[in-house]
């Protein structure tokens, strides 16, 4: 099992990035994918999911507007489109996967990639 994230990058306040998280492993098509950050000292927190359906279930009350979250199950892929960045949303950002119903709590996720370090500042 594998999840893969990139895209992760420097950007200045207001920038855009969409990050990637390519899956192998398990059968991608059966599982809710979120994403969740972590700042230094801070704890991890959930940024959005997607059902197994591509149906958009859930945005951090932070991003709603500003992030997009799509998935291609011909691909076994999830994208993060990520705009109007802010210095607050630098961190390190995961994807992970979750059999069943999708959650935002990071401790009922099967599988985690190792992350990607998302830089917002001027």
């Known amino acids: 099992v594998q999840l893969v994230e990139s895209g992760g990058g420097s950007v200045q306040p207001g920038g855009s990035l969409t990050l990637s998280c390519a899956a192998s492993?398990?059968?991608?098509?059966?599982?809710?994918i979120g994403w969740f950050r972590q700042a230094p000292g801070k704890e991890r927190e959930g940024v959005a999911c997607?059902?197994?359906?591509?149906?958009?279930?859930y945005y951090g009350d932070s991003m709603k507007g500003r992030f997009t979250i799509s998935r291609d199950n011909a691909k076994n892929t999830v994208n993060l489109q990520m705009s109007s960045l802010k210095p607050e949303d630098t961190a390190v950002y995961y994807c992970?996967?979750?059999?069943?119903?999708?959650?935002?709590?990071?401790?009922?996720?099967?599988?985690w990639g190792q992350g990607t370090q998302v830089t917002v500042s001027s």
């Open positions: 992970a996967a979750k059999s069943g119903a999708w959650s935002t709590e990071v401790t009922r996720y099967d599988y």
């Open positions: 997607i059902r197994w359906s591509g149906t958009i279930t």
């Open positions: 492993g398990f059968s991608f098509d059966h599982y809710a």
